[in-house]
């Protein structure tokens, strides 16, 4: 079965500084995709970024990009430039194809990241 | 476009009884599931389906039922809530019934089974 882990439950930064919350995964399968969802205190699941298991090259959105290490199954968000707007509970989820006998889409526990001023 | 809907937004139940948590969406989407969020645990998938008429069981689907009669409807129903079925809700959608794309989620349904 596939399995998410964010190691990280709680996690503080500065405005205007970086960080990088923490994410891997345990799959057999070689083709599957990886998202970072941001869920504020409203509740709304918003997706942040998504990665394809076969693109080498890391996904970047403005702020976000991730550090996609396929062969050590890491997956971390790296948050730039650090905004108060920018706390949130953050997911890690990863979706296998369809069809292959696993379960469609696994989160992780959740990174809880208060930014502060 | 409304996107993914969800009611209701809030419900108390007691035990034993049953209810239907409602989930439509207008994109057209082939793929719909429903996940409940629980502290600490993340999103756990419930029922999902990849098509009207499809259904199939996700991770945790004990007491929970499903079907999927049109596109743009998937119901969830608590046949006999029981107070380990206190959680917030979510139903998502996404384009395309290979599950590898975007999932759109709706608003949540925080239900309390006392």
């Known amino acids: 079965a596939q399995t998410v882990t964010q190691s990280q439950p709680e996690m503080s930064v500065q405005e205007a500084e970086t960080v990088t919350l923490s994410c891997t995964y345990d799959t057999s399968e070689s083709n599957y995709y990886l998202f970072w969802y941001k869920q504020p205190p409203s509740r709304q699941m918003i997706l942040v970024i998504r990665q394809e298991a076969y693109k080498q090259q890391n996904a970047t959105e403005n702020r976000f990009s991730v550090n996609f290490q396929k062969a050590a199954k890491s997956f971390s968000l790296k948050i730039s430039d650090s905004q108060l707007g920018d706390t949130a509970m953050y997911f890690c989820a990863f979706i296998s194809p369809p069809n292959s006998g696993n379960t469609p889409l696994v989160f992780g526990k959740g990174t809880r990241l208060s930014v502060i001023a | 476009n409304a996107g993914v809907t969800q009611t209701p937004k809030f419900q108390v139940l007691k035990t034993g009884q049953s209810m239907t948590l409602q989930c439509a969406q207008d994109?057209?989407?082939?793929?719909m599931s429903w996940y409940r969020q629980d502290p600490g645990m993340g999103l756990r998938l419930i029922h999902y389906s990849v098509g009207a008429g499809i259904t199939d069981q996700g991770e945790v689907p004990n007491g929970y039922n499903v079907s999927r009669s049109t596109t743009e409807d998937f119901p969830l129903r608590l046949l006999s809530a029981a107070p380990s079925q206190t959680s917030v809700y979510f139903c998502?959608?996404?384009?395309?019934?290979?599950?590898?794309?975007?999932?759109?989620f709706g608003p949540g349904t925080r239900l309390t089974v006392t």
């Open positions: 998502a959608s996404s384009y395309s019934g290979t599950v590898l794309s975007e999932q759109y």
């Open positions: 994109m057209n989407h082939e793929y």
